[in-house]
Nanobody, 122 residues
Framework: QVQLVESGGGLVQPGGSLRLSCAAS????????MSWYRQAPGKERELVAS????????DYADFVEGRFTISRDNAKNTVYLQMNSLKPEDTAVYYC???????????????WGQGTQVTVSS
């Protein structure tokens, strides 16, 4: 059974930091690119950051502006999102996504976690 379990969300003051974790199980983690998305109330879900299956390449949304870092530990089947200098506009539910690398899959599997709430407020 595929599971993506996010943790680490919460309430933080502007300028603060949080580290999100996403623990994966039920699939071969090292064959999947991993991403973090977020969805604020009344807005569409948007990509925050992605990392390739090997961890060799990362990509970030423009709004990250160098404040966030995505990383992964394939030995622990976990992906992380370190978020620094948080702003009120970062408030959203953050979702973990696993997408099979096209190198290994003819049909690309795509899995989602249930999300973790991040609230940035004073």
């Amino acid at each position: 059974q595929v599971q993506l379990v996010e943790s680490g969300g919460g309430l933080v003051q502007p300028g603060g930091s949080l580290r999100l974790s996403c623990a994966a199980s039920g699939f071969t983690f090292k064959l999947y690119a991993m991403s973090w998305y977020r969805q604020a109330p009344g807005k569409e879900r948007e990509l925050v950051a992605s990392i390739t299956n090997t961890g060799g390449s990362t990509d970030y949304a423009d709004f990250v502006e160098g404040r966030f870092t995505i990383s992964r530990d394939n030995a622990k089947n976990t992906v992380y999102l370190q978020m620094n200098s948080l702003k009120p506009e970062d408030t959203a539910v953050y979702y973990c996504n696993a997408r099979g690398s096209p190198r290994y899959f003819a049909r690309i599997p795509d899995y989602w976690g249930q999300g973790t709430q991040v609230t940035v407020s004073s």
